[in-house]
């Protein structure tokens, strides 16, 4: 994805957001729609997503097709909203880390909160179902779209953070785009790791190798500038 097509889905495509679970309606509505996204997930899974329908999925959460439709386009959405959320909730942890924290602090806790439970080495089987769902083809295409939407949303949380602007500073999209690269890489060598891995672990090292990588290769001074 490049630059100008990411600043367009950043701009003209806000990341949605699904509704505050406020009120009764709102935690109903966020329930049903977490509850589509895990069957659509798990039945792709089990079964391999071309065997699986939008009718199989709203069966598996307990409501009608129609009401899958009126959260989620395709199956192939509803599994990549688990990715959106995941974004949305890394954005409020960092909203929430303590003021005077050092960014790159603030952003590996927020990052690494979303990845706590993933502390236990998944079965081989069930990383190899999940490795085959994850790279059909017609599933990649939805997935870049929410990791270029979910990289400028953390790209707008790290302006906030830092108190500047995606219009006038370049830094929070370049920050942004390392913690994604980190995250991605990470994520692909636990879905290729053989015998399989937590990935808790490889999300701490991955942080770890980028921020060791960036003193090495920067002069000293840019470095405590970076920092």
């Given at each position: ?5 990411a600043e ?7 990341f949605?957001r ?7 309606r709102?935690?109903k ?17 089990e ?32 599994i ?52 085959l ?7 990649v295409?939805?997935y ?37 690269a ?18 808790a ?27």
């Amino acid at each position: 994805m490049t630059t100008g097509s990411a600043e367009q889905l950043g701009r003209q495509q806000p990341f949605p957001r699904p509704e505050e679970a406020s009120g009764l309606r709102e935690r109903k509505k966020a329930a049903t729609r977490r509850a589509l996204e895990e069957a659509a997930m798990r039945l792709a899974v089990e079964r391999g997503l071309d065997k699986v329908l939008v009718e199989d999925i709203a069966d598996a959460a307990g409501v009608s097709s129609r009401t899958f439709n009126n959260y989620f386009a395709s199956k192939y959405e509803a599994i990549c909203a688990l990715q959106q959320d995941r974004a949305l909730r890394i954005g409020d942890e960092l909203r929430s880390r303590p003021p005077g924290e050092p960014l790159w602090e603030s952003v590996t806790q927020a990052v690494l909160s979303q990845f706590g439970p993933a502390d236990r080495a998944p079965d081989a089987d069930w990383i190899a179902r999940i490795r085959l769902v994850v790279t059909t083809p017609a599933l990649v295409g939805e997935y870049l779209k929410v990791q270029g939407m979910a990289q400028y949303h953390l790209a707008e949380v790290i302006a906030e953070r830092v108190g500047t602007s995606l219009e006038t500073d370049m830094f929070p999209r370049i920050m942004a785009g390392a913690v994604s690269a980190a995250m991605q890489a990470a994520i692909e060598r636990w879905l290729h790791s053989d015998p399989p891995v937590p990935l808790a672990p490889l999300i701490r090292q991955s942080f770890r190798q980028f921020a060791a990588g960036m003193r090495e290769v920067l002069p000293p001074a840019e470095a405590a500038d970076s920092g």
